[in-house]
C-alpha cells in the first residue's frame, strides 16, 4: 500500500470512527524502516490496521567461519530509495488479535 493510499486510508477511519491509539514506530534491526498503527472502535467492535514500510533487500551476504562453533553472520544490503509495504488489519477476538484476511475487504 503507497504513501498516499495509506494516507487516506487512515483520514477516512479519523472521520468515520472514534481512534483509540495512533503510532509509528522503528522496527528492530532494519534500517530506515517503521511499523505505523491505528486502533480504532469500527463497525466489528475493535480493530487495527497496520502498514509495515521497509527498503527493499538488494543482497543478502553470508559469512561463515570453519572454527568450531563459530556461527555464520548475515549482512543484509538495502536499497536507498525502494521500500517495500506490507499492509495488515486486525479484529480484537476476546482477549488476542485476530488477523483479518486479504480477500474479506476491498481497498
Given at each position: 500500500m503507497q504513501d498516499e493510499k495509506w494516507k487516506e486510508v487512515v483520514g477516512m477511519v479519523k472521520d468515520k470512527f472514534e481512534v483509540i491509539e495512533e503510532e509509528e514506530e522503528p522496527m528492530e534491526d532494519i534500517p530506515r524502516s517503521k511499523i505505523e498503527r491505528i486502533v480504532f472502535e469500527g463497525p466489528l467492535g475493535k480493530m487495527k490496521l497496520e502498514r509495515e514500510t521497509k527498503p527493499v533487500v538488494?543482497?543478502?551476504?553470508?559469512?561463515?567461519?570453519?572454527?568450531?562453533?563459530?556461527?555464520?553472520?548475515?549482512?543484509?544490503?538495502?536499497?536507498?530509495?525502494?521500500?517495500?509495504?506490507?499492509f495488515k488489519a486486525y479484529a480484537w477476538k476476546g482477549d488476542d488479535w485476530v488477523e483479518i484476511e486479504a480477500g474479506a475487504f476491498d481497498i
Open positions: 538488494l543482497d543478502k551476504k553470508t559469512t561463515y567461519s570453519k572454527r568450531m562453533g563459530d556461527t555464520a553472520t548475515v549482512e543484509y544490503v538495502y536499497s536507498e530509495d525502494e521500500y517495500a509495504h506490507k
